[in-house]
């Protein structure tokens, strides 16, 4: 006993003696390494900084028109207070311009790169890394920042929850590795909590965080599992009666209500599971090669193990877990870098069903676990210094330019989904997306095809109808347009479709009709900005100037960014 003490004992020396002597005479302070990784960022990513908002970014706060009244609850009263606190920040500096969202995006992807420089530099000194560690430390660092699987995350204004989640998880990661060769004091610990409290309320998948933490001390620890736990007790009793809270919410949300919010129709946690192999196996492929990449997969879910040679994916996923666990005393780099991948994807790729089987931003904190397994394959193959800088320099500039590609992209909604509508033609998601790009981009006739393609696919909807009716609208043919729309309205009336029906028969110059139907439209919302709007407009056209000077001024009470309105009291204004 008292023989494995001093073992013990004389490891954790060697640990910090190592750490001691690994440190750089000359190190840089943090602003250097900023400054140079935010310069580099801004080449690559400088196409997207100036794109448009994508997907779901116009369901976030700042595209709700009461944004510009609404009070500290309505920005942060959601599940993801603290991201969704960064764009209240953003509206209130610059309202809904889209490239000051893709800035904040782009610093708090270069701060979090140089977070994870000085995290894997910790890290490659408790590994005893046999390369020169501060430049495998940079090179991951530099692969963290210019993977072309970053770019989702970066470029899409509603990745930020990505990237907050991965600042304050690798901040707490960092912390907690500083704390090796010392007591988990009082004071670390709280701030280690805080922190993961921060990346979860910006995404709920930084919930993986305790079991990393474990995780890192199971492999890097020198002591026993008891001993770490005790010393750590501070820590990780907090953290297991937070654990255990959440999953008493997660089990209540299923027994409330017919369905959870999480729960994909027809998707049964094994099915998920089963399509998640083929997801985990193409993450690693685009680390490895990333080629083929998606805004929009558009995956569909396996429903057996022979659907699709769905088995050949679960073996693949076996034989990683067992070699995971062979290496764990032979290769333990490798073997912790892909365990981290792994438990870093449970809370996306596990059994919970989730709507969208892939998305490349969930990489945004995973890949850190595939970086660190390439380390341990350089490390192997032993290059000279100078070939390992030359090779890693020529593989980040590789990365870069590829990330370049697509980040031109993202510069434009119509280049996005038409990427995506040709490497998956049958995502009909992506069908719709290009059609409402080139109803934005006034081409209503490549409109009217998009949807058209989506009907062949799909059948006629009322999603579809809708859709058709706004591209025959756009595309001044307001007849077609108004009969898709009041087929809707027989089986679904709301006051958003009164007021566009009303609208269009006032295009017509039916404005018996058109007042018929947006008296309807605020009688169903008196909120209905566009109602109001457009009613001011049939008034201005009819002569009456005080009934649209009231209706416009109310449309610019509820919405003043109302572009209808705006104009229309514009020309009123012009022509007392």
Same mark, same amino acid.
């Given at each position: 006993?008292?023989?494995?003490?001093?073992?013990?004992?004389?490891?954790?020396?060697?640990?910090? #003696?190592?750490?001691?002597?690994?440190?750089?005479?000359?190190?840089?302070?943090?602003?250097?390494?900023?400054?140079?990784?935010?310069?580099?960022?801004?080449?690559?990513?400088?196409?997207?900084?100036?794109?448009?908002?994508?997907?779901?970014?116009?369901?976030?706060?700042?595209?709700?028109?009461?944004? !510009?009244?609404?009070?500290?609850?309505?920005?942060?009263?959601?599940?993801?207070?603290?991201?969704?606190?960064?764009?209240?920040?953003?509206?209130?500096?610059?309202?809904?311009?889209?490239?000051?969202?893709?800035?904040?995006?782009?610093?708090?992807?270069?701060?979090? #790169?140089?977070?994870?420089?000085?995290?894997?530099?910790?890290?490659?000194?408790?590994?005893?890394?046999?390369?020169?560690?501060?430049?495998?430390?940079?090179?991951?660092?530099?692969?963290?920042?210019?993977?072309?699987?970053?770019?989702?995350?970066?470029?899409?204004?509603?990745?930020?929850?990505?990237?907050?989640?991965?600042?304050?998880?690798?901040?707490?990661?960092?912390?907690?590795?500083?704390?090796?060769?010392?007591?988990?004091?009082?004071?670390?610990?709280?701030?280690?909590?805080?922190?993961?409290?921060?990346?979860?309320? %910006?995404?709920?998948?930084?919930?993986?965080?305790?079991?990393?933490?474990?995780?890192?001390? $199971?492999?890097?620890? @020198?002591? !026993?599992?008891?001993?770490?736990?005790?010393?750590?007790?501070?820590?990780?009793?907090?953290?297991?009666?937070?654990?255990?809270?959440?999953?008493?919410?997660?089990?209540?949300?299923?027994?409330?209500?017919?369905?959870?919010?999480?729960?994909? @129709?027809?998707?049964?946690?094994?099915?998920?599971?089963?399509?998640?192999?083929?997801?985990?196996?193409?993450?690693?492929?685009?680390?490895?090669?990333?080629?083929?990449?998606?805004?929009?997969?558009?995956?569909?879910?396996?429903? !057996?193990?022979?659907?699709?040679?769905?088995?050949?994916?679960?073996?693949?996923?076996?034989?990683?877990?067992?070699?995971?666990?062979?290496?764990?005393?032979?290769?333990?780099?490798? %073997?912790?870098?892909? #365990?981290?991948?792994?438990?870093?994807?449970?809370?996306?790729?596990?059994?919970?069903?989730?709507?969208?089987?892939?998305?490349?931003?969930?990489?945004?904190? @995973?890949?850190?676990?595939?970086?660190?397994?390439?380390?341990?394959?350089?490390?192997?193959?032993?290059?000279?210094?100078?070939?390992?800088?030359?090779?890693?320099?020529?593989?980040?500039?590789?990365?870069?330019?590829?990330?370049?590609?697509?980040?031109?992209?993202?510069?434009?909604?119509?280049?996005?989904?038409?990427?995506?509508?040709?490497?998956?033609?049958?995502?009909?998601?992506?069908?719709?997306?290009?059609?409402?790009?080139?109803?934005?981009?006034?081409?209503?006739?490549?409109?009217?095809?998009?949807?058209?393609?989506?009907?062949?696919?799909?059948?006629?909807?009322?999603?579809?109808?809708?859709?058709?009716?706004?591209?025959?609208?756009?595309?001044?043919?307001?007849? $077609?347009?108004?009969?898709?729309?009041?087929?809707?309205?027989?089986?679904?009336?709301?006051?958003?479709?009164?007021?566009?029906?009303?609208?269009?028969?006032?295009?017509?110059?039916?404005?018996?009709? #058109?007042? %018929?139907?947006?008296?309807?439209?605020?009688?169903?919302?008196?909120?209905?900005?566009?109602?109001?709007?457009?009613?001011?407009?049939?008034?201005?056209?009819?002569?009456?100037?005080?009934?649209?000077?009231?209706?416009?001024?109310?449309?610019?009470?509820?919405?003043?960014?109302?572009?209808?309105?705006? %104009?229309?009291?514009?020309?009123?204004?012009?022509?007392?």
């Amino acid at each position: 006993m008292a023989a494995n003490r001093n073992s013990r004992a004389g490891r954790r020396a060697a640990l910090r #003696s190592t750490s001691a002597a690994s440190a750089p005479a000359d190190a840089r302070p943090s602003w250097l390494w900023f400054c140079g990784a935010l310069l580099i960022a801004g080449l690559v990513y400088g196409p997207a900084l100036n794109g448009p908002f994508l997907f779901d970014d116009y369901h976030l706060p700042f595209a709700d028109p009461r944004a !510009s009244k609404a009070g500290p609850v309505f920005w942060i009263g959601g599940v993801r207070p603290v991201v969704t606190a960064t764009y209240w920040a953003n509206f209130l500096m610059s309202g809904t311009a889209a490239f000051s969202y893709h800035a904040v995006n782009l610093m708090v992807h270069v701060f979090t #790169s140089v977070l994870v420089f000085f995290f894997l530099a910790r890290l490659f000194d408790l590994a005893g890394l046999g390369l020169d560690r501060r430049w495998s430390a940079l090179f991951g660092a530099g692969v963290f920042l210019l993977h072309p699987l970053q770019t989702e995350s970066v470029a899409y204004v509603t990745g930020r929850s990505e990237e907050m989640a991965g600042l304050f998880f690798f901040a707490a990661w960092l912390v907690f590795l500083n704390s090796f060769s010392s007591e988990m004091t009082t004071l670390r610990s709280i701030g280690i909590l805080l922190l993961a409290a921060a990346a979860v309320l %910006s995404k709920e998948s930084a919930i993986s965080l305790p079991a990393i933490l474990l995780l890192t001390d $199971l492999y890097w620890n @020198p002591g !026993s599992p008891r001993q770490w736990i005790r010393r750590r007790m501070k820590l990780y009793a907090p953290i297991v009666f937070g654990g255990l809270l959440g999953a008493s919410e997660i089990l209540h949300s299923f027994g409330t209500g017919p369905s959870p919010a999480f729960v994909v @129709p027809g998707v049964t946690p094994g099915l998920y599971a089963l399509t998640q192999c083929r997801v985990i196996l193409t993450y690693i492929r685009l680390f490895l090669l990333p080629v083929g990449q998606n805004g929009d997969w558009g995956m569909r879910f396996y429903r !057996s193990l022979g659907d699709g040679a769905a088995w050949i994916f679960v073996l693949a996923i076996v034989a990683i877990i067992a070699g995971i666990t062979w290496s764990y005393r032979r290769a333990r780099l490798v %073997s912790f870098g892909l #365990s981290t991948f792994l438990v870093l994807l449970l809370p996306t790729s596990s059994v919970v069903p989730i709507k969208d089987a892939i998305a490349e931003r969930r990489m945004y904190v @995973p890949i850190i676990g595939l970086i660190i397994a390439s380390i341990w394959v350089l490390e192997q193959i032993r290059p000279r210094a100078q070939t390992l800088r030359v090779a890693t320099i020529c593989i980040l500039v590789i990365m870069g330019g590829l990330a370049f590609e697509r980040n031109e992209l993202w510069g434009s909604d119509v280049l996005f989904w038409q990427d995506s509508a040709d490497k998956n033609p049958a995502n009909s998601r992506a069908h719709v997306g290009l059609g409402d790009a080139y109803i934005r981009g006034g081409r209503c006739v490549d409109a009217i095809r998009e949807f058209e393609i989506v009907e062949s696919q799909q059948g006629m909807t009322d999603e579809m109808v809708t859709n058709l009716a706004t591209a025959y609208q756009c595309n001044h043919q307001p007849e $077609l347009a108004l009969k898709g729309l009041r087929q809707i309205l027989l089986k679904h009336p709301s006051a958003n479709l009164y007021a566009q029906i009303g609208y269009l028969e006032g295009v017509l110059g039916h404005s018996g009709e #058109s007042m %018929s139907a947006l008296n309807e439209a605020i009688s169903r919302d008196p909120q209905n900005a566009l109602a109001y709007a457009y009613r001011g407009a049939v008034r201005l056209a009819l002569g009456d100037r005080a009934g649209a000077m009231a209706d416009l001024q109310k449309s610019l009470e509820i919405d003043p960014g109302n572009k209808t309105a705006a %104009s229309a009291m514009t020309m009123l204004l012009k022509h007392p």
